[in-house]
Every structure is written in structure tokens, then in C-alpha cells.
């Protein structure tokens, strides 16, 4: 029989097109700042993770270019072998001060650190329970666990608490329950319930991982994150995992706790031990990017003085805004098709601001999600706001 093995490719990307669920893929010709060059338009960026303008700051493009100068593009190995420089364990050492953990161990990215990690704290006999709007990666991770799995509703104590309970009654008896939560979610910008999450675990003898990628630099003392900003311990959140890819302007994951678990997940996690460790360049960007946060609190101050200011004014203007409590805005329109309309007549307008619908979040929920940045001017940010209202009105939302 002939067949051609292949065939599936073009047909599967055909379904997706025609579905409309293909990515468009847009490019930024030049630096990811406030105003930026998008396919060659100039726009004012409203979707990039950049929450503080750090991927530009001088200080970290100087650490970068110092480091490249001094130790060469690349590492050279994996970390275990050869790919461990100085510069990666002082950023490790910075780190797990700056979070006021006794370690910290760096990962390729946020991605790996969750695929690698999380496997290995829970298997055959545990438990792992799940936020059910828990990030994608965190879902990878937890398939590649032999644990069984559980799911609570979204940011709901009360049904976590409900699954920990009959968990209880489970034989043989679960010998570890691990229960993982965004710090901050993604597509809605509210923040975990953390304090209660701590408390319930500690109560069935769960361990807590959390996954901060965008709540660091946002919340906490001088952007340091969630536990920081809720003033837990780490004897009830044992896993901080975050990453450097968003407001600290760079790229790499992390996790932070114990001494014994970052030995554990270093010896553990086949995403750390099978793969090149980071170009030095990067650590030194990473380990600039911890210092401009603590001496320079003005970043974080004018993220959030920009959040109020734009959120008022959605909120004012007639925007269903959803219930974030945090730099990530939604403005929920409903339909697919009509957050799609939305973003386009933004680009007219020079904002760049992309839709999130079905399957991302659910089909009536369809979003514009806006990501605000410190390094928007007062002018800057009334723009936007002047373009949302304009676009919202053309498009009869307002
Ligand atoms: C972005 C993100 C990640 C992935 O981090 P990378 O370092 O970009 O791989 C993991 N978890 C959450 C919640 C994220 O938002």
C-alpha cells in the first residue's frame, strides 16, 4: 500500500486555518518598548510581558554585552557536565537572596522548570491536585507525572479543600499530596488565594508549589512576588517557581525554596541534567535585571500607577474588565469574532493589543487581555486609553 506518510501535516494546519485556531505570527522589528515596530507598524505595545521595560534597561544590556566580552556566546555544556560558570551560580546565590529562600536553581526556561520539576515531586501513589485554569506548562508537567490527578475549580478554596477530604478516604493511603497553583492567572489577571491555599495544605500535609511567572516584579516587597506579597513562609509554600522571561525582561525559570530541594530537583529534573545550560549573557542580564529591582523602585511604582490609571478609565468608559486585581486587563467583549474585529480596528488605531478566545478561555468569554508597562508615559497611556474608546465605540461594545 502506498500512502503518503506526510499527508496529515498540510491537512491538519487546513482545519486549523479554517477553524480560525491558526497563530498569525507578528514581528517586532526592533526592541520590545512602549512604542515598537510590529510587522512596520509603529504601535504601542499592549501584549508583552515586559512588564517593567527591563529587556531594554541599560544596565542589563551592559551586563550582556559584558559577559559575551568576557566568557563567549555560549556555555558549552549542560549544566551537570561542563555548563556551570560562575556567573550561573551567583545568579542562583542572588536569586534565593532576593527571595529570601535558603536556594534557588535555574532552568532553561519557566517551561522546563515546571516539565521537569513536577514529575518528580509527585508519582505512583501521590496525589497531585491542580487549579483547573492552571498554565499550560504546569499541565504538561503534571501529565508526565505517573501521580494521579485531581482538579479544583478555579482559585476555590472551598472545592480544594473539598478534593484534599476525599483524597483522605483514598487506599491504599496517598503517600505525598501535591497541590500547584498559578501565582497569578494569565488570561484573567486575578491573583491566587495563596494565604488560604498555604493553610489548607498545611492542614492535610500537602506540599504548595506555586508558579509566580507574572506575579515577580509585580507583586511583593520590590516586585519579589507572591510570597512576598502575602508574608508566607516557605514551611507551607515548599516550591516558588517563577521565571525570567516577563517582568525581568530576559529569559530562564527558577524555582526556590529549601537547600534539600533544590538538591532534589537538580539531581531529579531531566529538563536541567539533558539540556544546555544558559549562554552567560543571559545570567548576567538575569542577575542586572535583580539588582535594578531593588535599587530602582520606581519601575514597579509606575507599572501599577499605569494599571490604576487604565483601569479606571476601561472600567469608566463602560469595559467589562473582568476581576483582575493585577497589570494584566482583559477587555472582555463576548464572541470570538468580535474580539478579533476589536484588535484589528486597535492596530488601525496603533495599539497592539491581541484576542484571546475559545479554546483559551471559554467561547462567550472572548477577550482583548492587555498587559500594562512601567515604561509607559502619562501620554503614552492616555493614547491607549483614547484608541480602546474610540475602537470600542466604531465596533458598538461601548
Ligand atoms: C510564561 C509562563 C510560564 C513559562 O515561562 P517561560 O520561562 O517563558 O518558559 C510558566 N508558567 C506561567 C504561569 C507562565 O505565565
Not at 508537567?141 to 494521579?148: C, F, M, N
Not at 542580564?285 to 490609571?309: F, G, K, M, S
Amino acid at each position: 500500500m502506498s500512502r503518503d506518510p506526510v499527508a496529515f501535516l498540510s491537512k491538519e494546519y487546513a482545519q486549523l486555518v479554517q477553524a480560525n485556531l491558526d497563530w498569525r505570527i507578528h514581528t517586532l522589528n526592533g526592541p520590545s518598548e512602549p512604542w515598537c515596530h510590529v510587522d512596520g507598524k509603529k504601535v504601542l505595545m499592549f501584549c508583552s510581558n515586559n512588564y517593567l521595560g527591563l529587556s531594554t534597561h541599560p544596565r542589563l544590556r551592559a551586563a550582556a554585552v559584558e559577559a559575551v566580552q568576557r566568557y563567549g556566546a555560549g556555555s558549552g555544556s549542560v549544566r551537570p557536565i561542563a555548563g556551570t560558570m560562575d556567573v550561573h551560580v551567583e545568579l542562583e546565590k542572588r536569586l534565593a537572596r532576593f527571595k529570601g529562600a535558603e536556594a534557588s536553581l535555574v532552568y532553561q526556561t519557566g517551561f522546563a522548570a515546571n516539565a521537569g520539576l513536577i514529575p518528580q515531586l509527585a508519582g505512583e501513589g501521590d496525589l497531585i491536585v491542580s487549579d483547573e485554569l492552571n498554565h499550560g506548562s504546569i499541565i504538561d508537567g503534571v501529565r508526565l507525572s505517573k501521580a494521579d490527578k485531581a482538579v479544583y475549580r478555579h482559585a476555590d478554596v472551598d472545592d480544594l479543600e473539598r478534593v484534599l477530604n476525599s483524597a483522605e478516604a483514598h487506599t491504599p493511603a496517598y503517600q505525598k499530596i501535591l497541590i500547584i497553583t498559578d501565582g497569578v492567572f494569565s488570561m484573567d489577571g486575578d491573583v491566587a488565594p495563596l494565604d488560604r491555599i498555604a493553610k489548607v495544605g498545611k492542614d492535610h500535609g500537602a506540599m504548595v508549589y506555586v508558579d509566580d511567572a507574572h506575579g515577580e516584579g509585580v507583586l511583593g516587597e520590590a516586585g519579589r512576588g507572591i510570597v512576598s506579597h502575602f508574608h508566607l513562609s516557605r514551611n507551607v509554600v515548599q516550591v516558588e517557581m517563577g521565571t525570567f522571561s516577563k517582568a525581568f525582561g530576559v529569559v530562564g525559570g527558577h524555582v526556590s525554596g529549601s537547600r534539600d530541594l533544590v538538591n532534589f530537583a537538580l539531581n531529579k529534573s531531566r529538563t536541567w541534567l539533558l539540556s544546555g545550560s544558559h549562554p552567560p549573557a543571559v545570567a548576567a542580564a538575569c542577575l542586572a535585571a535583580i539588582d535594578v529591582l531593588e535599587q530602582e523602585p520606581e519601575h514597579v511604582r509606575r507599572l501599577w500607577e499605569n494599571t490604576r490609571r487604565f483601569k479606571k478609565a476601561m472600567s469608566d468608559a463602560g469595559f467589562n474588565i473582568g476581576k483582575s486585581t493585577t497589570p494584566i486587563t482583559p477587555i472582555i467583549v463576548g464572541e470570538s469574532a468580535k474580539a478579533k474585529q476589536l484588535s484589528d480596528r486597535l492596530f488601525e488605531l496603533q495599539v497592539f493589543a491581541l484576542p484571546i478566545v475559545f479554546p483559551m478561555v471559554a467561547k462567550d468569554q472572548a477577550r482583548i487581555r492587555t498587559i500594562m508597562n512601567a515604561a509607559m508615559t502619562e501620554d503614552e497611556v492616555g493614547f491607549a486609553i483614547d484608541a480602546f474608546i474610540r475602537a470600542g465605540k466604531d465596533l458598538r461594545i461601548l
